[in-house]
């Protein structure tokens, strides 16, 4: 889809009112002018959230995130902002053009890709009704899944035959090509046709956040091997960037808080079922840091459930370590010997198994008694070579020191020469800090003067053009702040008398720090009283800023001037900064 045109995205957002869309999803209670709620996007207790019907935005003072109405959707529903805009032009009644589709080889070739893979579940799902279906039928219904559940996950079965389904596409006039690009058929030796991947085997559906279908896996019904043969790696799909079961579990996830991650298929849709819904499945892989920023989305809490075989490996205690790095909070639930999620739940019910996850530990309590059991609690060095990385990785240095402190009193060791240790944790099972991307937005340090400054401009044209006419675009250090200045002078000077947040914020679509900073600047002006008074300090307090700044780098410059004997520089730095301070700031 190309790119949307404003005047579009202003119609949609004229006719929608953003308490009634988000109302929708949440319960909002009035107060004062504005709404408010406990925020979707983090657990809290105290409503921090709220929805101004007079700007048409939201912000949430706890955890920062904020917007228009396109932005909620596409934040609640995991959607990007085409998608969302669709959405809302569909609520709104407002019908959208018909765009030039990008005709790039990547953006046909995907969607082919999601067509074939519906085409596949769906031969697939009538061949499981069919009359080759009635054994892999029974087994399912022997395995406790019901014909809701089925439908639901589309599960089905793909027949025994080689060539069943390359035959079928070929009757469709499907390209062979096609085929072997989504994974679904395997090119044959020596020049022979192509084959069907899934032969024989029940057919489990692997859905991307959004619900579309991105591979399959295939699963046999006896005690053959391999068990499970899945899809490869295709330009829509990328193993560990999808979480099994997590479009059906997403908004459980977000309500509950917490997300249960278990291995596979069958460990979520028996659980799913049964009314377990905050549920997805890794499918047999260590958590990549991909699933993890899918997860952070709707939750920052995880319960693994692990077999009573998995429980005790290395390999898996430390795959858990990225949770801890990207500041989730992780415990481990472990199953009795011999079961898995799927058969736990159906020998024992959603209580007992409620109950396991619920006693579930935490990463350092459960790794920790898990590593003295195994080697002994005189093996002091290796317990320690596994906790000590586990621990680094722990943003809070006040959770570190008491991790560092209890394990010392575990081991019967100084707690001096634990920390010592720290410095020494191997460079390949280490603590790395947060990127750029994963540091929460709310924590930007804006310059509180810009940013007030930033809302009192968004109030109106007088407002704006005060500004204007007091401080220059380069006052402002913040490049998102410029950036938001810059385009209100185009609104105002355009005609434009009143800004419409949210219709400013439409136009920030690709911008979060530009967003971010809207969003701040208005819910300051929440709390200012006094508009003109606030208005006067901030444009003083911006001038005396940039005149501490401009006034701390020609020090330095004199400084480097005259280590080096520059005697001409000197002077002419000696000369500006005399004048400066003769300057009056206001």
């Known amino acids: 889809m190309g790119r949307i045109p404003q005047e579009v995205i202003d119609r949609i957002l004229d006719r929608l009112d953003i308490v009634e869309v988000v109302s929708g999803y949440i319960q909002l209670k009035k107060t004062g002018r504005n709404f408010k709620a406990n925020c979707p996007f983090h657990n809290e207790k105290t409503p921090s959230f709220v929805v101004s019907p007079d700007k048409q935005i939201y912000h949430c003072f706890g955890c920062g995130a904020g917007g228009n109405v396109i932005n909620f959707v596409m934040k609640y529903e995991s959607m990007d902002f085409p998608e969302a805009v669709e959405v809302l032009a569909a609520r709104s009644g407002v019908d959208l053009p018909k765009y030039k589709k990008n005709t790039g080889e990547g953006s046909s070739l995907s969607a082919g890709l999601y067509e074939i893979n519906k085409i596949a579940a769906l031969f697939y799902q009538n061949s499981l009704r069919g009359e080759k279906g009635k054994k892999p039928f029974e087994y399912l219904k022997k395995r406790g899944i019901d014909t809701g559940t089925l439908d639901e996950f589309r599960i ?70 391999p068990k499970y043969i899945n ?129 579930a530990k935490g990463l350092f309590d459960y790794k920790l008694d898990i590593l003295i059991e195994r080697s002994g609690i005189r093996d002091i060095g290796g ?31 100084h707690e001096a020469s634990l920390r010592y240790e720290m410095g020494k944790v191997r460079p390949d099972y280490s603590y790395r800090y947060a990127s750029e991307s994963n540091v929460d937005r709310k924590s930007r340090n804006y310059r509180s003067s810009e940013i007030h400054l930033l809302g009192l401009a968004i109030l109106g044209r007088d407002k704006f053009f005060r500004i204007q006419d007091e401080l220059r675009l380069d006052m402002f250090r913040d490049r998102s702040v410029r950036k938001i200045i810059r385009l209100l002078g185009d609104l105002f000077n355009g005609g434009e008398k009143d800004i419409n947040p949210g219709k400013l914020l439409s136009r920030l679509e690709k911008d979060e720090d530009a967003k971010t900073a809207v969003v701040q600047a208005l819910a300051k002006m929440e ?58 700031v206001a």
């Open 383 to 413: 317990i320690v070579d596994e906790m000590l990385p586990t621990i680094s990785k722990v943003g809070s240095a006040v959770i570190q020191s008491d991790y560092l402190k209890r394990l010392a009193e575990r081991l019967g060791i």
């Open 156 to 225: 089905g079965y793909a027949p025994a035959g080689w060539e069943t389904f390359r035959k079928y596409c070929e009757a469709k006039n499907i390209p062979a090509d096609v085929l072997r690009k989504a994974g679904l058929t395997v090119p044959g030796e020596k020049g022979r046709g192509d084959y069907d991947r899934f032969r024989n085997r029940i057919t489990f559906p692997i859905f991307n956040e959004r619900g579309h279908i991105v591979a399959f896996g295939g699963r046999v019904m006896d005690d053959s091997l």
């Open 527 to 584: 709390i200012t009283q006094d508009v003109d008074k606030a208005l006067d300090d901030c444009i003083f307090c911006i001038r005396r800023e940039n005149r501490e700044d401009e006034l701390k780098e020609l020090t330095s410059r004199l400084k480097e001037a005259q280590q080096s004997n520059n005697n001409t520089e000197m002077r002419e730095l000696l000369t500006r900064i005399n004048m400066i301070h003769k300057e009056k």
């Open 231 to 359: 899809s490869p790696e295709t330009a829509i799909y990328t193993k560990g960037n999808v979480l099994y079961g997590l479009n059906f579990s997403r908004k459980s996830i977000r309500e509950t808080g917490s997300a249960v991650i278990v291995e596979g298929y069958m460990d979520v849709i028996i659980p799913f079922q049964r009314g377990i819904t905050n549920i997805v499945a890794a499918s047999g892989t260590a958590l990549t840091q991909g699933q993890i920023s899918m997860l952070r989305k709707y939750t920052n809490t995880a319960v693994m459930v692990f077999d009573a075989d998995k429980a005790g490996e290395s390999a898996s205690l430390r795959g858990l370590d990225i949770l801890v790095e990207n500041g989730m909070d992780i415990r481990i639930a472990t199953l009795p010997e011999g079961e898995d999620p799927d058969s736990f739940v159906r020998k024992n019910g959603k209580e007992s198994f409620e109950n396991i996850v619920n006693a």
